[in-house]
Nanobody
Framework: QVQLVESGGGLVQDGGSLRLSCAAS????????MGWFRQAPGKEREFVAA????????YYAESVKGRFTISRDNAKNTVYLQMNSLKSEDTAVYYC???????????????????WGQGTQVTVSS
């Protein structure tokens, strides 16, 4: 069993930055594919970014490419999402996702993955 706890969300102005963290409990964190989804008000949940076990492979949605950076620290059982040049359309609840078999982003449905957190709110004011 893995528990994921997101933190770092908040209110930021247009063009600002935030760094989200996702702390994972349980063993074998290094064996999990990790990633982030988000859901904006009135919109479907969408894939944001993913990272492989080793951190050598990174994947991003087109809408965040060049602005967001995903990383992981396996010694701390934590994955990060550095968000720069934030826009109002980035306003959403951000969910951390983990799966030991399925790379994050191969399914658009959050419930297809093994674990996800409760989410953290990011609000970008224009």
């Amino acid at each position: 069993q893995v528990q994921l706890v997101e933190s770092g969300g908040g209110l930021v102005q247009d063009g600002g930055s935030l760094r989200l963290s996702c702390a994972a409990s349980g063993r074998a964190f290094i064996r999990y594919f990790m990633g982030w989804f988000r859901q904006a008000p009135g919109k479907e949940r969408e894939f944001v970014a993913a990272i492989s076990w080793s951190g050598s492979s990174l994947y991003y949605a087109e809408s965040v490419k060049g602005r967001f950076t995903i990383s992981r620290d396996n010694a701390k059982n934590t994955v990060y999402l550095q968000m720069n040049s934030l826009k109002s359309e980035d306003t959403a609840v951000y969910y951390c996702v983990a799966d030991s078999h399925r790379p994050i982003g191969t399914s658009k449905t959050l419930e297809d993955y093994e674990y996800w957190g409760q989410g953290t709110q990011v609000t970008v004011s224009s």
